[in-house]
DNA sequence: CATGAATGAGGCTTCATTCAT
DNA sequence: CATGAATGAAGCCTCATTCAT
């Protein structure tokens, strides 16, 4: 009888993008953007078609939902132990990376993907470009921390190794890809580096 | 009006056909595979729609068609010196290969998007794998004749750093990418390895 | 929470209709009556969606709300001091009408915007039929006074003059269109109109 | 055997064009712009609806060519025998408009249908400012010929005058509006006037 | 071999209307 | 009385593909 108030309101809204929001990523990750089309995201978020034009005005807002919510993600990333010795600092994030990697390979794909597919929507490369400098420059300390010589080169081919790796994984769809052993030499080369100013009786 | 001998034909056709694969590579790498159409794609070409159909029956056999060219071209990126040492084939490689990224980047955008625009066309997957184990092959021998410990990790690594730097050009539309700089790490890591059984006391 | 009486209720309605009617109006003027979405009207009467639904069943409800609306206000129009002589009554209605031409510009192509535009709605045309019978009859009447030979078609070349004014000054959106003088003329005209019969020798 | 020359290939067009532009003038002109769909004008034109899109990049482009037919109809309005005096093309001018008004309606309801439901295309607004101009300064100077003291304005209102007996025509479905004597009276009207500066003995 | 007119399925989007609260 | 989330039909437009010439 009496009407829903303002929140109640402001609920069933947030509930709704949700599902939409998660359907299309679903769908933009396993199949695509251009094959993703409003329909099967309307279908597979379980709602009409119109609805989600209440809720995005058009499919790219659609998808700056979505990258922002992958950004959202992404923030976890760095999010370690500040307190823990470079070392085990790099070893965290090496962790979490593969992890992510081995679970949540529709994360990445649609990291990868969407900045590819969608290049020409101009806010993804700018995201894009934002979030892997993030990365390079948290890298970039960490590596400086662990002595390295010249920290920002080291980031540089450090993220690039990621990438690729992420990307591999991919395009070869996981399969026979030593996930495990790559992990196991790069935490091997970034926590046991010998520090070059070091002298003889110290390592790091 | 003399008829045409079948040579003739054929050259016809194969000159066609290379119109079409041209223009097609050039709008997939800069368009993206799903906003190139036929249309456009005949235009670029300047042959007209249904000619494009008499050489190949569908948009997905032209997309196989500029896969193979790319192929064809990723060929050249492993014919080094056989002669030379192997730091001097490590270098020719990477010369080789940095200098593919900076003035031939349509083609590695193409590499890339390709395989994640219509990673659902199993064929691209395929070739991808092909040519991606191809290089790590190639890779692998010449870290191994250059005395590394486990030359098919490194060959891993050395792969995803590669693709990395790629997509990392690609994506950040390559302003402010350090490439000189990173080729001479890259150079400098793989041509100056030192053994590690040329020693007697050192460290992994 | 004291219970409102009917009258409180029926108060309440009347304002909120008007209130709708009011916005209807002023985008159906403006932006055209398919242009108008019920969205938009419930946007700019202050209310929701599913109340205009309350007070009208659909949008040709509305419409025809508005319709009335205008007719109400086409009444004013003929209501001249009916004391006053011909000559009077004909300068008063020029001075009312070109009044309103200049200063109610939004009624005025409302009347026509709405005759032309829903004109497949058949209670529009009935309405203007009506309201048009009524003007012509009020002229006619006005110019038997004044003496006219044949007031009936007179009146309906001063109707057909009067509604090219109104729709020229909103085709050509005002602009030079020299409103001030074409009064005057029209005022000159039928003001001053010398009776046929008034002189033994005239012509027809 | 052989492909079609590009004469054949521009008659084809034409042909096409011809048939849909035709189309969306009766629609146009009956149903109106806004509910007239492509649909139903590809429908009405015997032909599909993507074919629309190849000679017509918008409904919009659509309407521009239908206003740019009304304009060609319109050009032979104003070609009368310029030899004859004054009065006898006054005359020519009101029996061709009167017929006009009879025998094409459509064509009447269609320019000022247009005018006024799709007035918010710029193209419309000009086309329309442009061609009743060039109706004023012909009856200006027709006007001026015949002796009127002040062409200018009686150009103005004979404009008008013929505008709202189109208007009316239409708004009233021509059912019972004595076209006939209207006519008559015009004629009567200009091409017996009495020239002001005439002496008191010289009848037109 | 070559052309481009023609088709129709399907894409994105709008909007009048319904309904649970 | 009042809200706005939800629906689905229909609108405009694109594009791979076919086909007569």
Do not use: C
Not at 94 to 117: C, D, T, V
Request: hydrophobic fraction near 40%; avoid cysteine.
């Amino acid at each position: 009888m009496s009407p829903r108030n303002p929140k109640e309101f402001e609920e069933i809204r947030e509930k709704s993008k949700e599902k939409i929001i998660h359907a299309a990523f679903e769908l933009f990750s396993t199949t695509g953007y251009w094959r993703s089309s409003i329909s099967k995201i309307a279908k597979q978020a379980g709602i009409s078609k119109g609805l989600m034009y209440n809720y995005f005005s058009s499919k790219e807002e659609l998808l700056q939902a979505v990258v922002g919510k992958i950004v959202d993600v992404l923030q976890d990333f760095f999010n370690v132990d500040e307190k823990a010795d470079p070392e085990e600092k790099m070893r965290q994030f090496f962790q979490k990376l593969f992890s992510y990697i081995e679970n949540n390979s529709a994360l990445m794909r649609m990291m990868i993907k969407i900045g590819l597919q969608v290049g020409h929507f101009e806010f993804v490369n700018k995201t894009s470009a934002i979030q892997y400098n993030l990365m390079i420059q948290k890298l970039e300390s960490n590596l400086a921390d662990l002595g390295f010589d010249d920290p920002k080169s080291e980031a540089l081919l450090l993220g690039a190794t990621i990438d690729g790796i992420v990307l591999q994984t991919l395009l070869l769809k996981e399969k026979d890809y030593p996930l495990a052993e790559i992990k196991e030499q790069l935490i091997q080369k970034y926590t046991h580096h010998q520090k070059p100013n070091s002298t003889q009786n110290q390592q790091s």
